[in-house]
């Protein structure tokens, strides 16, 4: 697998890499777009807070209301307590109909999750000390949004989002071209 970290000798030839960081941008807190950019299927060895259980590691590429896009981490485990934010997502990507109401059965469709996948979320900062004691921001996704959640945050993102494939904006209310 290209992704998976993998050690090398002094005397070996490697590829250089980008060295900007990434694409890590601490995102304005409030609505964002968000569209799976990774899936994997992992384990969470558990802690002194969560049991052991199955999750959903996904990595995200999030636009906030500025136009920022950064790269979110969000794992999903498979937990009782971790409903909510299980059923939220699954409804804010479209794979359960957002009129499912509360305590319904259902499957979760793990498999009809896709990359390109899109849908809204509400992003906030959440501050951390690194190994080095250095006071650091990261973004995490709040919640996943959908229903009347949705309506209001793309009135917020509409100046930011981009033009479905085929759509002709008139011109005479164009303000800015789509990202």
């Known amino acids: 697998m290209a992704d998976e970290i ?20 601490v995102l304005r807190p409030g609505f964002a777009t968000f569209r799976i950019s990774e899936l994997k299927r992992g384990y969470f060895e558990g802690s002194a807070k969560m049991p052991q259980c199955h999750q959903m590691q996904l990595t995200l590429t999030c636009t906030d209301a500025d136009g920022t896009s950064s790269t979110v981490y969000e794992n999903l485990p498979l937990l009782s307590n971790w409903l909510w934010k299980l059923t939220a997502f699954f409804k804010a990507v479209r794979l359960i109909p957002e009129e499912t109401p509360a305590g319904s059965n259902v499957n979760l469709p793990w498999n009809s999750l896709a990359v390109g996948q899109m849908g809204y979320c509400k992003v906030k900062n959440r501050q951390y000390t690194n190994k ?37 904006q008139p011109q005479q209310q164009l303000s800015q071209p789509w990202a």
């Open 6 to 25: 993998r050690a090398f000798g002094w005397d070996d030839t490697v590829q250089t890499a980008d060295d900007s960081g990434g694409d890590f941008a």
């Open 132 to 168: 080095k004691g250095e006071q650091k921001t990261t973004n995490q996704i709040e919640r996943f949004l959908h229903g009347d959640a949705c309506a209001e945050a793309q009135a917020v993102l509409a100046p930011v989002m981009a033009a479905p494939a085929g759509y002709q």
